[in-house]
């Protein structure tokens, strides 16, 4: 029998009319949808894609939890559980889209599925989308970069952005913990962008304010365009 084909399909930062035609139709042929998550209920990316397909509250769900930690024991036995189980359906001949927030190639959940699955032999594609910078710049009425600006994205485990150039993007940050406070480039922010509870940031959130993990600012260049 021929195996199924994986494929991490990004499902855009919040807004589902952001979604891809090709990612909707992915999910609409689709045999499983895989979640990062253990419910439909708990999981961000489920609830952005139902909105564009609500064929998916009939498709087979394969929740693959991943816990929020640094514990490298505990990510690796979550992982492997998610790519056992994923490797299961591929090889009853059943196609399973993997979706996730934002773009697939940026941070994303999928990557410790779809990497590994793919090192083992299987048919693995990605489907990009809107990555949650592009569409909160968007959001917030100004360019990202232009001309020669330079661009960095920083992770949430990396506060030594303050000497680099150009723009910087600071994802997943914790009020303090970049020192967005004080600084003297440009700065603004959005929180959850495309969901309901958006919050937009015009300059650095106050400090010991409490932001969502869905949280992302922008630092500099717009005011040299």
Known sequence: MKTGKLYGVSVGPGDPELMTLKAVRIIKEADVIAIPAESREKC??????VKAVPEMEKKKILPVPMPMTRDAGRLKEA???????????????????????????????????????????????FISGVPSFCAAAARLGRPLVSGNDSLHVIPSADDGWKELGGV?????????????????????????????????????????????????FIVGGEENQ
């Open 168 to 216: 910087k993007v600071i994802m997943k940050p914790s009020a303090g913990a970049f020192g967005l406070e004080g600084i003297s480039e440009n700065v603004s922010g959005v929180e959850n962008c495309g969901r309901e509870n958006e919050r937009i940031f015009t300059g650095a959130p106050k400090p010991g304010e409490r932001l969502g993990y869905y949280s992302l």
């Open 44 to 49: 961000a990316a489920y609830g952005i894609a």
């Open 79 to 125: 992982h492997e559980r998610g790519i056992k189980a994923v490797t299961g359906l591929l090889d009853n001949g059943l196609d399973v889209a993997f979706i996730t927030i934002g773009d697939a190639g940026v941070y994303s959940s999928c990557q410790y599925i779809c990497q590994p699955v793919k090192k083992l032999g299987y048919e693995v594609g």
